[in-house]
């Protein structure tokens, strides 16, 4: 049983919005930096975006409508393209946070 499947539930408390359009989909797809599961755009294709309570913790759902989630793609794309943490040869054993150098020129200072 698929989450839309428990979501349409005509009991269900479930706050939905209208649907998300195919071009809003493609949209987010062509900025999200992994793939999206088939189960989180068919729900976008049943409410783009919503909330409501859930049985088990954390006891309440959200769902991000497309234009926020793409909001966000485009955030952590551009996060990700200005930091960019580089590792000295010494340190290629162990990737921690700690072993990171930041790389001033990739934000544009020197």
């Not at 939905?16 to 195919?22: G, L, M, N, Q, T």
């Not at 309440?60 to 966000?72: E, G, N, P």
């Not at 485009?74 to 943490?85: A, D, S």
Request: net charge negative.
């Amino acid at each position: 049983m698929g989450v839309l499947h428990v979501l349409s539930q005509p009991k269900r408390e479930w706050q939905a919005k209208a649907p998300a359009s195919e071009l809003e989909i493609a949209l987010l797809e062509s900025q999200a930096r992994a793939d999206l599961s088939a189960e989180y755009l068919e729900l976008l294709r049943f409410s783009n975006g919503g909330e409501g309570p859930l049985a088990l913790p954390p006891l309440w759902f959200q769902l991000y409508a497309v234009k926020i989630a793409s909001t966000f793609a485009t955030l952590i794309g551009t996060f990700l393209k200005t930091f960019q943490p580089s590792c000295s040869s010494a340190a290629t054993a162990d990737l921690s946070p700690s072993h990171s150098t930041y790389v001033p020129g990739h934000l544009g200072l020197s």
